[in-house]
């Protein structure tokens, strides 16, 4: 149809896995039928990397009400001015979601690797020490520290 021939071809292709997942569900007995949605009736698309750009990030605001800004570039559908919760490399994200809400709300979401993620928890998790508690001694460390029992 003409309406997703207006999309990227990855976010089509995507709309077009769901249809086919929801499918093999039915067939497997783990869902009800799916119905085909028309093109106005799907809330949510899903953006790959190469698909979308942020730009003009900046801060407006003072204080408490300081918040981030930014311009979304979502590839054949336009600009978007976003508020960002938190920062985030956009070198990792891999996929962008956006999903209107029945408010008329649009939500966006950052899909951030997981990969980076755990290479970040690793470097802080160095610092942590596990303890074994004992019958003979009241505990004993991973770095080597062993804790005496104290009998009165």
């Known amino acids: ?3 997703f021939q207006a999309l990227h071809s990855q976010v089509a292709q995507q709309v ?3 249809f086919y997942q929801a499918r093999q569900r039915f067939l497997e007995g783990l869902a009800n039928r799916p119905r085909e949605k028309k093109p106005h009736r799907y809330l ?6 190469s698909a979308w750009r942020l730009s003009d990030t900046r801060e407006v605001g003072l204080g408490k009400n300081k918040k981030k800004k930014a311009r979304l570039y979502l ?3 336009g600009f978007f001015t976003l508020i960002l919760h938190r920062v985030f490399p956009e070198n990792w994200v891999s996929q962008v979601c956006v999903k209107l809400h ?4 649009i939500h966006v979401i950052f899909l951030v690797e997981e990969a980076e993620a ?3 928890s690793s470097k802080e998790s160095k610092k942590a020490v596990s ?3 004992g019958l003979v001694r009241l505990a004993t460390l991973s770095d080597g520290c ?3 029992n104290e009998t009165a």
């Open 75 to 77: 590839s054949k559908i």
């Open 44 to 49: 949510s698309l899903v953006y790959p990397q």
């Open 102 to 105: 029945p408010s008329g709300r």
């Open 131 to 133: 303890v074994d508690l």
């Open 118 to 120: 755990e290479e970040l």
């Open 146 to 148: 062993i804790l005496e």
């Open 16 to 18: 077009a896995d769901r």
């Open 1 to 3: 149809s003409p309406e």
